[in-house]
Nanobody, 123 residues
């Protein structure tokens, strides 16, 4: 069974950091583009960061300079390091895998989704 499982979310104070993990089972992430998305209450799901199968990365303006996406193919895991967190970063964060080499932030291009992990930034 193909699965993606996110972890690493939680409650953090403004200015703090979290590292989210996206672990795959049932398939090798090496050949997939991976995206991180988030959805806040009452808002649409939005793309935050993505990494192609070749390792090229892209970030939304809201994440640029604060978030870093990386992949460890040996561990079949993709990470999202989030620094300088702000209250507006509060959302459920999802990772997704695309069979395409690169899918950007086009939600419809992603084939598999995790269940999400809650990130809350609050003092």
């Amino acid at each position: 069974q193909l699965r993606l499982v996110e972890s690493g979310g939680g409650l953090v104070q403004p200015g703090g950091s979290l590292r989210l993990s996206c672990a795959a089972s049932g398939f090798a992430l090496d050949y997939y583009a991976i995206g991180w998305f988030r959805q806040a209450p009452g808002k649409e799901r939005e793309g935050i960061s993505c990494i192609s199968s070749g390792g090229s990365t892209n970030y939304a303006d809201s994440a640029l300079g604060r978030f870093t996406i990386s992949r460890d193919n040996a561990k079949n895991t993709v990470y999202l390091q989030m620094n300088s967190l702000k209250p507006e970063d509060t959302a459920v964060y999802y990772c997704a895998a695309s069979k395409l080499a690169y899918s950007g932030f086009r939600i419809s291009f992603y084939d598999y989704w995790g269940q999400g992990t809650q990130v809350t930034v609050s003092s």
